[in-house]
């Protein structure tokens, strides 16, 4: 496949190329929106030197309870347990991911128009956004597989067609996340490179990506020596807790071994000005609850946005 002369990443490649650095700015506000935004300098400073952010008792007790209960009906609805965009872990009919949730609940959907979250987001990617990919994750006691390496956005970038580095993912935990429930981890400073992976993609990788993903995995060469370079960073902390990473950050999860389980909320807005185009892989785009194409209206925040209503 011949790379396009609007792919200022290309990937998923024949042969291997060396890594490179990125060539999007990690903060894309200036002057006011900069400095008017949440987010301290400090806080900016940390976000741009090693890609991530992590804040304890984002949510309270009392609205990470409700997202339990949501993910327990979910658990028990047969027709969500067969829908297309709900994951099942591998060989089994345990839940690992539902996609698409911000569709599903009024509850989510009121969260991702929180106005503390999206003026964060506002100030990290210097214009308006909507959600491009929404999910609750859930990895079970014992047996919860884990993700290996990657950088989400060499996979919108392949298989959706985000254009450029210009999306943020929030993550809010609701369990504990422990050092041994299989918390996320990254590698700080990872999304300042960005790393062309090897090999053809199959239409309808999703099928068995989200599963295990196998494609879109960085060599261990440059996995090593980033790592060695900048370290691996576990956030943990209670439920409620948010993390916040930018979209070129190589993260990853080990198993879940323990007996507690590790599930979260997670979603990702895209600039309105960073337009899914057709996926520089050369494929059919993705379905829509991995990559929203239809509905890329700027979010309007709601002031104060009442999560203890049901759904």
Known sequence: METRADDFYPTRLERPVPA???????IHSSGNARTEGPLSETELARYERD??????????????????????????????LRSEGTITEPGKQEIRSVFGIHELSDRFDRLTRDGRILDMVHQLLGSEAYIHQSRINFKPGFHGKGFDWHSDFETWHAEDGMPRMRAVSFSIALTDNTPFNGPLMLIPGSHKTFVPCVG???????????????????NHRDLQQMADQYGIQAPTGPAGSLIIFECNTLHASNANMSPWPRSNLFFVYNSVENQLQQPFCGNKPRPEFLGNRTNSRALKPLATPDLRRTG
């Open 51 to 80: 890609g991530f952010l992590a804040f304890n008792n984002f949510l309270d007790a009392d609205t990470v309870k409700r997202f339990r209960d949501d993910l327990r009906t979910y658990e028990n609805d047969d027709s969500i």
């Open 200 to 218: 053809r993609t199959p239409e309808d990788n999703y099928q068995s990506s989200l599963k295990k993903q196998e494609l879109g995995v960085p």
């Open 20 to 26: 490179f650095d990125r060539r999007d700015p990690v």
